[in-house]
């Protein structure tokens, strides 16, 4: 067996990375929601001025037996690497995560990182190998979200009277930018993250594009916003992603500004990015920490239930540090 980087110029390993990240997911986590391979191709085949990634691979002979993503930010958060390291059901426990991990972190240390994070999943029916194989290579939990689904239609929730809902798709048109910027940054700066010791990301108009042009190569980009009558302010907004040619959509942010809190408007503001779905998208996943009561109240409200509980864990990779 040996580890191998992905050649992200060639089509046909790219699509066999994915396959095996997807069977190595689907096998103990029946609800993930993965990266589609339409996703993973916008990635792979562009580069970015904010993360730098690689692909890796555990080989022997022809056969793939799992697969790693590393990614390294580049303009923030210097000290951290994030990864996802999959392996098939039939070929675990013979090295290859071992083996990736191994690899991963040398790669995380010669770009001077000390700590790699990473997500790990757990299906609340199903026992799944990830958190216990995660525990071995030294991490800790630092955060937990639980995983949420919804089957549409949702109960609807109309928005406050002395409110508007604003909707666009992909790019946010230019006479909102400044609120819409506003607004994830609140978020950015907002957003539970436990005891991830993370620099907030700050978004300006041209990292702002650069995403939207990135995830609308993918994905059906939707928002829906909340205007205030009165004066023009906006008062939280909703972010919603439906990869191209599924039947089902992705939950991003829903933020209400502190000062427009207690008028309903995120469960209002998900309410109308669901009724705008065409019809053969029939679920939505969405993340909420436990500890977000009044977010996780709005879910349940919705008819969210808890399919996965979500684990940010953390290793040290300082040169004394484990792995």
């Not at 066999?16 to 191709?41: I, N």
């Not at 994030?82 to 039939?90: A, N, Q, S, Y």
């Amino acid at each position: 067996m040996e580890i191998q980087e992905l050649d992200p110029t060639d089509a046909d390993a790219r699509r066999r990375w994915h396959e095996v990240r997807e069977g190595s997911v689907r096998a103990d986590r029946p609800h993930a929601l993965t990266t589609t391979l339409g996703a993973f191709e916008a990635t792979a085949t562009a580069a970015s001025t904010y993360v730098a990634r690689t692909w890796l691979q555990a080989v022997d002979g022809s056969e793939v037996l799992g697969v790693a993503e590393l990614e390294l930010p580049l303009t923030e958060n210097l000290d951290v690497a994030w990864c996802e390291v999959g392996v098939l059901p039939g070929r675990r426990r013979r090295g290859a995560g071992r083996a990736l991990w191994d690899a991963v972190v040398e790669r995380s240390r010669a770009a001077g990182r000390t700590r790699v994070g990473g997500e790990v999943s757990v299906d609340v029916d199903v026992a799944g190998a990830g958190h216990a194989f995660a525990t071995a290579m030294g991490a800790v939990e630092r955060h937990r979200e639980d995983h949420l689904l919804a089957r549409l239609p949702v109960p609807a929730t109309p928005i406050d009277p002395d409110y508007e809902v604003v909707t666009w798709r992909g790019r946010c048109p230019d006479e909102h930018r400044g609120a819409y910027l506003a607004m994830r940054n609140q978020m950015n700066a907002d957003v539970p993250t436990g005891e991830l010791d993370l620099e907030t990301t700050v978004l300006d108009d041209e990292r702002l594009a650069a995403s939207e042009r990135g995830l609308m190569k993918a994905y059906d980009v939707r928002v829906a916003a909340a205007r205030r009558r009165s004066d023009g302010t906006f008062g939280g907004y909703s972010l919603l992603f439906v990869p191209h040619g599924e039947d089902y959509g992705w939950q991003d942010d829903t933020l209400v500004m502190p000062e427009h809190r207690g008028h309903r408007l995120g469960a209002a503001l998900k309410s109308a990015n669901y009724a705008g779905l065409p019809d053969h998208v029939g679920v939505v996943h969405t993340w909420t920490a436990p500890d977000n009561t009044a977010m996780h109240r709005t879910n349940t409200a919705l008819g969210f239930r808890v399919v996965e509980h979500m684990y940010e864990m953390e290793a040290s990779i300082a040169s004394d540090g484990p792995g």
